[in-house]
């Protein structure tokens, strides 16, 4: 047996500054290459503190939909860091995380984070967290707390020695010799690589060419990478890799180990499919059927949790999810999307060039996003452009005429604004004066900002090419059914 370097979890609310704590420590720029500023899927790194020693770090979404993923990297850990800003104290993901460490039983540190501002104050978080049941020292308690900041480095040392020194305590030690066993971080399926999944190595040596037992499925290790990208043989305790080689999709937080034969690893295992799709779409007025697909597992759950909460924010609609999958939009995707006039969801996924063909002669809509907290407001906005092109479809579209400029062979052309409904180009439209339809005509050609277009919608202004009956200003011309 040996000393391993122990696996910290940084925990907290979204935007308290876990990932620029992070980046303080390994000197890099992580939170710039995070879309919206918020890590949106567990990260594990491993950072060298000098004189042989080093930790390995994982950092872990703090977006309530995230929830899930935060429980699993709080279990894959050996101490964990709570940080909270101070100058906004204990917010709803702070609480999960807080439930999170004690159900891991984790030894932990409250890390008040953004003490350089002005409004900071440390003594009232300390104070509120008395009622999480969390003691820190000089308020009844024993838990450590240090006033950081991760912008401007104060405390950040400190922290990382308390860290080393409760490590210590703890006297983590693993044996490099034994078959490697841990814990999955996340996993993800790439068109071109397969099935990808990130590991925490806790005991063992795992190595490439192994076959490895999960409890949903099974592989061998094909290749393995460690935290920086490089190409890897070994990976000892404490060790974070991304391997390929694995036949199905496993969850977060499933546990594995190294084993000796294909046999042992789960010939008696049928990975999980991870693509559930339903034959028949309940019908109704107010309906909205749904796709979803993302980069990872964990996120396609997060995914799924954060949908069943815009449902309720829209009881008056149905929202169903007909089909959902890890990875890149597929042909299947969109032959499925087809067939149910369903709207595809992607979160951090891609649409291959392979697939595009398959798009040429359907009409599918795909909307594709990188922020998972977006979500809500992608879903509300297609909610209103469905149901408000369907109340504008029964009505009929007019255009009440503001200017006629000129009139040649091929017709008036006309300035207005659509009122009620959508402007067409190709409309037919009665001419309407007086509460009187004295003659009609058809659109030739349809201008918005100057630029032609086929569709004006209500309360936007146009320049139509009218050919028909004279139009004078006033007239209001209406769609003729």
Same mark, same amino acid.
């Given at each position: ?167 210590? #305590?703890?006297?983590?030690?693993a044996d490099s010799l034994a078959p490697a066993k841990g814990v999955v971080i996340t996993s ?52 974070? #890799? ?84 890890v990875g890149d939009v597929s042909v299947s995707d969109i032959e499925t999307a087809d067939r149910f006039g369903a709207l595809i969801v992607g979160f951090n996924v891609k649409i ?130």
């Open positions: 047996m040996e000393v391993k370097p122990p696996v910290v979890v940084i925990l907290g609310h979204i935007d308290h500054g876990k990932s620029t704590l992070i980046d303080y420590i390994r000197k890099t720029n992580l939170t710039a290459k995070e879309a919206g500023g918020i890590t949106q899927s567990i990260g594990a790194y491993q950072v060298s503190l000098g004189k042989n020693k080093a930790i390995t770090v994982i950092d872990t979404p703090g977006h309530e939909a995230f929830e899930k993923m935060r429980s699993h990297g709080a279990r894959a850990a050996d101490i964990a860091v709570l940080v909270i800003a101070a100058d906004e104290g204990v917010k709803p993901q702070t609480v999960e995380a807080i439930k999170d460490i004690k159900e891991a039983k984790l030894p932990f540190i409250v890390a008040l984070n953004k003490i350089d501002k002005p409004e900071a104050n440390a003594r009232k978080v300390k104070e509120e967290l008395i009622q999480y049941e969390v003691f820190v020292e000089g308020f009844g308690g024993d838990t450590p707390a240090l006033e950081i900041s991760a912008k401007t480095g104060k405390g950040i040392k400190e922290l990382l020695d308390l860290i080393v020194l409760m490590a210590e #305590v703890q006297e983590l030690t993800s399926l790439d068109s071109q690589r397969g099935v990808s999944a990130t590991l925490m190595v806790k005991d063992g040596t795992l190595k490439v060419g192994q076959w490895i037992r999960l409890e949903t499925t099974f592989g061998k290790v094909r290749a393995m990478h460690n935290f920086e990208g490089k190409l890897v043989k070994e990976a000892p305790p404490s060790s974070p #890799v991304m391997m390929l080689g694995l036949e199905g999709l496993p969850g977060v937080g499933e546990t594995f180990r190294a084993v000796v034969s294909q046999e042992e690893a789960g010939q008696d295992i049928l990975p999980a499919r991870e693509t559930l799709v339903i034959d028949k779409v309940t019908a109704g007025e107010k309906n909205l059927t749904f796709i979803l697909k993302a980069k990872e597992k964990a996120s396609l759950d997060a995914l799924s949790k954060l949908f069943s909460q815009v449902q309720t924010q829209h009881a008056d609609i149905k929202l169903q999810i007909i089909s959902k999958g291959p060039s392979i697939v595009r063909p398959a798009m040429a002669h359907r009409e599918v809509n795909i909307k594709i996003f990188s922020v998972i907290y977006e979500l809500p407001k992608l879903v509300s906005e297609l909610i209103a452009q469905q149901f408000a092109s369907q109340t504008q479809a029964a009505q009929k579209g007019e255009l009440a005429v503001l200017g006629v400029f000129s009139k040649s062979k091929e017709g008036q052309v006309i300035g207005g604004k659509a009122v009620k409904a959508v402007i067409k180009k190709g409309m037919t439209l009665n001419i309407k004066r007086d509460e009187e339809i004295i003659g009609k005509g058809k659109i030739i050609n349809l201008q918005h900002l100057k630029k032609d277009v086929t569709v004006v919608e209500a309360g936007k202004e146009c320049g139509i090419l009218f050919q028909g009956d004279e139009v004078k200003v006033g007239d209001v011309l209406i769609e003729a059914f």
